[in-house]
């Protein structure tokens, strides 16, 4: 079975037993790799390492906001920035598929040799996140009457979010587009490049959070006017690497009609549309789990947003993995390299697992020590100590999620993210109706496993027909 550029796929034939899904994954297929002198664990980590490095820049710019707001004399700052945050937060994280699709067909031109597409992709995934910057630019203001009903806060703490909000929502187009840029270096199998433009970005806000905040005294304003600044450094930095970078290729910087050919147009929206669907999925599922917390009550919610923190300290790490296997797996497809797609996909899952299984480790030994130095409400603390098993598991139960969300990303199979990540919520939802009301908060915790796990299993299911599509 082959897969189109648009996503599609038949999803219909699962391979019956559960127990090869991953098992598949470590056999060779007897094919003699294209990519002769590839070393894949020297490739996966000198992908991986500067990737995890940038991770690493995006809390310590939150930390860095914290702080600054942490100092002033009224919290109502601190609640202000924290929300008007969290808003960007999910929706530049809704439109992430602009990097993860940009890195697929990059990859897979790249890898084919595809001089002409390999450019186009760039210009077509731009285009589409300049219009959709627009579209956030004019529907500012209903964004924000929504998010803000969503979000109850005191007068004071809404009036300085939405200052914030009004503030930062100007830096959509600068955000947007360089996730295509990032997205497009990496699916050249540079990560370094990558990098270069986080750390200026992060560094350049910090520096002007203190000027701002510190220096000028301008508050919740100068926060988020130096995010604002700072995107756009972001951006000017990336679009001139950009430049040099086709310069050096001797690529023309004009694009041609090409750009504007609507079978291709169609079917880089429809990719964009099913990573859409598949993001939205997820977000609702972690929304559904902070919701359900809530209702359990404050001591409970709190513990929970502890515990969430070891998720998200481990999946910058595990991330890094899945971003090179994007753009490794996607070079191998643009070259129908079938023994080179596999052991990227071996690889990466293997260095994954590795780094899992020591975070989960870590967890276990440390936990008590990162809860005690996240809060020091002593119920809270004491709560979060209950549950912290289920925090430790994440990382190993994660994972195999991950790590196939890049694969499957690199060789654009969106219709499959689509379609596992739709399966997948609707038995999250299902675990969650019968383990919550049987077990509290043991039964939400154990949902979100359930969720990963299912996440896994439901892209494990097509990697096989995924390999086959390969020519070798």
Request: proline share 3%; with cysteine; aromatic share 12%.
């Amino acid at each position: 079975m082959t897969q189109r550029l648009d996503g599609r796929s038949d999803y219909g034939h699962w391979v019956p037993q559960i127990g090869t899904i991953f098992g598949n994954m470590w056999m060779g297929d007897g094919v003699t790799s294209k990519v002769q002198a590839g070393n894949w664990h020297r490739r996966i980590w000198r992908l991986a390492m500067p990737m995890i490095i940038s991770n690493i820049s995006v809390p310590l710019l939150g930390a860095v906001d914290t702080a600054v707001m942490g100092h002033l004399p009224d919290p109502a700052y601190l609640g202000a920035v924290a929300i008007g945050a969290l808003i960007f937060s999910y929706v530049y994280w809704g439109f992430g598929f602009l990097r993860m699709s940009t890195v697929g067909m990059t990859a897979q031109a790249f890898g084919g040799g595809d001089e002409t597409g390999f450019q186009t992709v760039l210009y077509r995934a731009g285009l589409i996140a300049f219009g959709l910057a627009a579209a956030i630019i004019l529907l500012q203001q209903p964004i924000a009457m929504l998010s803000f009903n969503l979000l109850s806060a005191s007068d004071q703490v809404e009036d300085l979010a939405h200052r914030y909000f009004l503030i930062r929502v100007w830096g959509a187009p600068a955000a947007l587009a360089t996730f295509v840029i990032l997205g497009w270096f990496l699916g050249q199998e540079d990560a370094r490049t990558p990098l270069a433009i986080q750390v200026v970005t992060n560094g350049i806000n910090i520096a002007l959070d203190l000027l701002f905040v510190m220096g000028l005294g301008w508050g919740v304003d100068g926060v988020a006017a130096a995010t604002l600044i700072a995107e756009y450094a972001g951006f000017l930095l990336g679009g001139f690497l950009v430049l040099r970078r086709l310069a050096r290729m001797g690529e023309r910087l004009v694009p041609d009609r090409s750009l504007f050919a609507l079978h291709e147009l169609r079917s880089m929206v429809a990719i964009n549309r099913d990573i859409f669907i598949r993001t939205f999925c997820l977000l609702t599922a972690f929304a559904i789990f902070t919701a359900q917390g809530a209702k359990m009550g404050d001591v409970i919610l709190a513990a929970n947003a502890v515990l969430l923190n070891f998720l998200t300290f481990s999946s910058h790490a595990l991330d890094a993995f899945a971003h090179a296997a994007e753009a490794l797996v996607g070079g191998a497809k643009g070259r129908r390299d079938r023994a080179g797609f596999h052991a990227a996909s071996k690889t990466a899952m293997l260095w994954g697992a590795g780094i899992a299984a020591a975070a989960s480790v870590l967890f276990l030994v440390t936990g008590p020590y990162i809860i005690d130095g996240l809060t020091g409400i002593t119920e809270v603390r004491e709560t979060a100590y209950t549950y912290l098993f289920w925090a430790a598991a994440m990382p190993i139960v994660s994972v195999w999620c991950f790590t196939l969300d890049g694969i499957f990303i690199g060789a654009t199979r969106s219709a499959d993210l689509r379609n596992g990540m739709v399966i997948t919520l609707i038995g999250y939802l299902a675990a969650l109706y019968v383990l919550e009301s049987a077990y509290g908060n043991h039964g939400l915790w154990a949902s979100i496993i359930v969720l990963m796990v299912l996440r896994g299993v439901t892209l494990g299911l097509r990697y096989p027909a995924l390999l086959r599509s390969i020519d070798g």
